[in-house]
């Protein structure tokens, strides 16, 4: 892909990139490093609130659609060209990381900050976006769903965070479940979606190379599994009469990893909570409901792998005399990028000197929803030590403005790509 030599030499301003991500990253900060922004939680809403001031600050045109999504919008190309999307989340998993979601939002913005300045005119309109709730303390990839029109009801009546928390964030946002099914919009309007983001595992690191060319997303699916048993006195029930929630959960968790790295070697499980009740030194758990989630690049794999699962659930409670409940979390499939757009961000790190590789992520992203309506595409910056989803998340800020000048330069090739009809 050729662009031409003034497109070619557009970088991002680092200092105002920098100025921005210390900003945000004061909004819900924990203290220890990280953030707690929960999607239309207080904090989440107040970054909301600072991106919009920043969004109109920088002159470019604001916009919530009806499932809350926040964007910027630059009409740098004809009024009825495709809309090249750029962006990630604000909201952050519970006591998570500054780089997650705000790097990849924040680099939009800049790289919207940057074509405006220059005043080039492409074949499409930018605009910068900033999903809602990706991260699945309501729903996950809430807004991403409700743009591509793949929300389903039944994800909003059985969600990840539970129906009480959706119902209050909805409402703190002044959204409606309603207007979530409106903010679908046409494919023909979207050109491509790109998205910076931190790798959130070790590959980057360890090869010691600056970009990530994501070539797919892991497919995600998640269970509530109640191992059910009879609550009863502690002290006078014999090992040999109890009916014990907790010993069928807490075996199943021991066994979900027997299944993946016995027979499943590129997938991940994990039972990321355990509910207790009645939950108390001196009764006998009656029951125990459990968080499963398991991950895998190909779909033979994962629906072999969530067999697999279940059935070992369904032995274990056996196993210890106990009833299991199953309930159906929802899930996204497997999702490969498109190769155009791999192909944008690899001749876009190779233009800058960066050093860049192709790899797989285990990390769910809103690129998943928006591959089946556009081309999808994202670029990976090394996080140090592969740490996520925890305060101890960490990016080089060298790294971060070398990510968002690829996004940037990829950004322009996508576009001279559209705008010569090769987008798909
Ligand atoms: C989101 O970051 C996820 O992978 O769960
Ligand atoms: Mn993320
Ligand atoms: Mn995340």
């Not at 090249?84 to 909201?91: R, V, Y």
């Not at 909805?170 to 983001?197: I, K, M, N, V």
């Not at 029930?237 to 066994?255: K, P, V």
């Not at 030590?385 to 322009?412: M, Y």
Request: charged share 25%.
């Amino acid at each position: 892909m050729i662009v031409d030599d003034r497109l070619m030499g557009l970088r991002v301003d680092a200092e105002r990139f920098r100025r921005d991500f210390e900003a945000l990253s004061e909004i819900g900060a924990t203290g220890d490093g990280g953030v707690h922004r929960p999607a239309l939680g207080e904090a989440h809403l107040a970054a909301r609130e600072w991106l919009r001031d920043r969004i109109v600050a920088a002159g470019l045109e604001f916009r919530v659609d009806s499932a809350g999504n926040h964007s910027a919008v630059l009409r740098c190309g004809p009024q009825e060209a495709p809309r090249l999307l750029l962006g990630s989340h604000l909201d952050s998993v519970p006591h998570g990381g500054r780089y997650d979601g705000a790097l990849g939002v924040l680099a939009a913005l800049e790289a919207l900050r940057v074509v405006s300045a220059a005043g080039v005119s492409l074949s499409v309109n930018l605009e910068a976006i900033d999903f809602t709730d990706e991260e699945g303390t309501l729903v996950g990839l809430l807004g991403s769903a409700a743009l591509a029109g793949i929300l389903q009801e039944a994800a909003l009546r059985e969600p990840r965070g539970g129906r009480v928390v959706l119902e209050e964030g909805l409402a703190r946002a002044g959204l409606t479940e309603a207007g979530l099914f409106q903010a679908a919009r046409d494919p023909a309007s979207l050109a491509a979606y790109l998205e910076l983001h931190i790798e959130q595992g070790r590959r980057l690191v360890d090869a010691g190379v600056t970009i990530g060319v994501v070539t797919s997303i892991a497919g995600i699916n998640s269970y509530r599994l109640d191992f059910v048993g009879e609550p009863n006195h502690a002290g006078t029930t014999g090992m040999e009469d109890r009916r014990d929630a907790a010993l069928g959960a807490a075996s199943f968790a021991l066994a979900a990893r027997e299944v993946v790295m016995d027979g499943f070697p590129d997938c991940v499980a994990n039972v990321g909570d355990m509910r207790f009740a009645p939950g108390a030194f001196n009764i006998v758990p009656g029951r125990v409901e459990l968080a499963l989630e398991f991950r895998a690049q190909d779909r033979d794999s994962f629906e072999h792998l969530e067999r697999a699962l279940l059935r070992r659930a369904e032995e274990e409670a056996r196993r210890f005399g106990l009833g299991l409940e199953v309930e159906w979390l929802g899930k996204c499939e497997p999702t490969p990028t498109s190769i155009i757009a791999q192909r944008a961000v690899a001749d876009a790190a190779a233009s800058l000197g960066l050093s860049h590789v192709a790899l797989p992520t285990g990390a769910g992203h809103d690129a998943q929803s928006l591959a089946g309506i556009c081309p999808i595409g994202m670029v990976f910056v090394p996080s140090v030590d592969g740490a996520s989803h925890s305060p101890r998340e960490f990016t080089r800020w060298e790294d971060c403005v070398s990510g968002a000048n690829v996004l940037l330069q990829a950004a322009l090739r996508m576009a001279q790509q559209v705008g010569a009809g090769a987008a798909g």
